[in-house]
């Protein structure tokens, strides 16, 4: 089944340094997604992507549509401590049997030093 | 504008039993979608209903299930529980199908099985 390999699994950095991470795939998809999720709480949708190599911005975080359609990574600038969490990649694709399902990433564990 | 609600937070269940898990979605949404999410296995979509249709479906077993009322209301029953069921479940809510840019996730039900 389609699967997204989303690396690195974990990050320490310390406050106001960069973070980039990334999700790749073997299946094309229609829509890359990234959310973030704080313990106890679901995910929160952070950026959506569209089309291949697009590329959005939201405040300090960057993502970007691989132009494949198979690959998408997420840039957070200057982090904070308020940064700390998991971090999710997405993709929506069409089924074969023309359903649509939603594919996670396992996840990156940010910890951000103060 | 309240956010999508889910009861119980917190179940303790044995082998064998069955559950049941409700989510409320946000005011004005019909779809409503769960995800069971592990540490090994991370976040997988179970199945998405819209106006008490089942749309899409995950590759879970049978004892998964689901429904969807008039009010959009929505219910996960978990038939012969075993020891792997053990789990977060979310359910997202958006206004309609296939939406997942407009998702909306609960803070999940904490599922442990004994």
């Known amino acids: 089944g389609q699967q997204l390999n989303q690396s690195p699994q974990s990050m320490f950095i310390q406050e106001g340094e960069d973070v980039s991470m990334n999700c790749t795939s073997s299946s094309i998809f229609n829509t890359w997604l990234w959310y973030k999720q704080d313990p106890g709480e679901g995910p929160v949708l952070l950026i959506a992507l569209y089309k291949a190599g697009e590329l959005t911005s939201n405040g300090r975080l960057t993502a970007q549509f691989g132009i494949t359609r198979k690959d998408s990574f997420l840039n957070i600038s200057a982090s904070i401590p308020s940064d700390v969490g998991i971090y999710f990649c997405?993709?929506?694709?069409?089924?074969?049997?023309?359903?649509?399902?939603?594919?996670f990433g396992k996840g990156m564990k940010l910890t951000v030093n103060p | 504008k309240a956010g999508v609600t889910q009861t119980p937070r917190y179940l303790i269940k044995t082998r064998g039993q069955q559950v049941t898990l409700s989510c409320s979605p946000i005011s004005g949404h019909r779809s409503v979608s769960w995800y069971q999410q592990t540490p090994g296995q991370g976040l997988q979509f179970l199945f998405e209903?819209?106006?008490?249709?089942?749309?899409n479906k995950g590759n879970f077993p049978g004892r998964f299930s689901g429904r969807q009322f008039s009010n959009s209301r929505s219910e996960m029953n978990v038939s012969t529980l075993e020891l792997g069921d053990s789990a977060l479940y979310l359910c997202?809510?958006?206004?309609?199908?296939?939406?997942?840019?407009?998702?909306?996730f609960g803070p999940g039900t904490r599922l442990t099985v004994l």
């Open positions: 209903y819209f106006s008490e249709t089942q749309r």
């Open positions: 997405a993709g929506h694709l069409f089924t074969q049997g023309g359903s649509e399902k939603l594919v």
């Open positions: 997202a809510s958006s206004s309609t199908s296939g939406s997942y840019n407009e998702q909306f």
